[in-house]
Structure formats: structure tokens, C-alpha cells
Nanobody
Framework: QVQVVESGGGSVQPGGSLRLSCTAS????????MGWYRQAPGKQRELVAT???????DYADSVKGRFTIARDNAKNTVYLQMNSLKPEDTAVYYC?????????WGRGTQVTVSS
């Protein structure tokens, strides 16, 4: 059974940091892209950051300079370091793993930025 599991969410004050992790199960034959989306209440899901198996990255304009995505191919794991967090970063963060044919999603982890 294929699984994608996120961890590391939580509550933090504005200006704080959090690190999200996401691991895809080893029975996925070949993972190309991995990354993060987020969805705030009442809003559509939006792309946050992506990384290829060659470690090329892309970010939403709203997080550039504050978030960093990284990946360990041997562990099928992707990380999202989030610094200088703002209240508008509050959302459920979803990880995905894109394989040859399918895209696998995690269940999401809540990030809340509030004073």
C-alpha cells in the first residue's frame, strides 16, 4: 500500500519557524517530483514549493525567501523549512509525490500562525 505521511505541523507565533517532513513509502517505483501545497479555510489549494529528483526547486511568490524545500532521494523524503512565518501562512499543508503515472497525496498537517 502506498503511503505519503506528513509530520511537523503545529502552532507558532508570527516570525517563528517550523519544519515539515514528508515520507513516501518505498514501494513507489520511481518518484520524480515532490512538494507541498496548502489550503486555508475558504480558499483553494495552492502550490507552495516543489522539488525534482534532480533537486531543482520552485516556490510560490508568497513564500520566496522564507521557505526552503529540500529532499533526500534515498529516503523518499521531502522537507519544508518555514521561517518568518506570517498569519497568512496558516493552512493545512499537503505533501505529494509524483511517480511515473500517479500522484500520491498525504492527508495534510495543520500549520497555525497566531499571536
Amino acid at each position: 500500500q502506498v503511503q505519503v505521511v506528513e509530520s511537523g505541523g503545529g502552532s507558532v507565533q508570527p516570525g517563528g519557524s517550523l519544519r515539515l517532513s514528508c515520507t513516501a513509502s518505498r514501494n513507489i517505483y520511481r518518484i520524480y517530483g515532490m512538494g507541498w501545497y496548502r489550503q486555508a479555510p475558504g480558499k483553494q489549494r495552492e502550490l507552495v514549493a516543489t522539488i525534482t529528483d534532480g533537486h531543482s526547486t520552485d516556490y510560490a511568490d508568497s513564500v520566496k525567501g522564507r521557505f526552503t524545500i529540500a529532499r533526500d532521494n534515498a529516503k523518499n523524503t521531502v522537507y519544508l523549512q518555514m521561517n518568518s512565518l506570517k498569519p497568512e501562512d496558516t493552512a493545512v499543508y499537503y505533501c505529494y509525490a509524483r511517480a511515473v503515472v500517479d500522484v500520491y497525496w498525504g492527508r495534510g498537517t495543520q500549520v497555525t500562525v497566531s499571536s
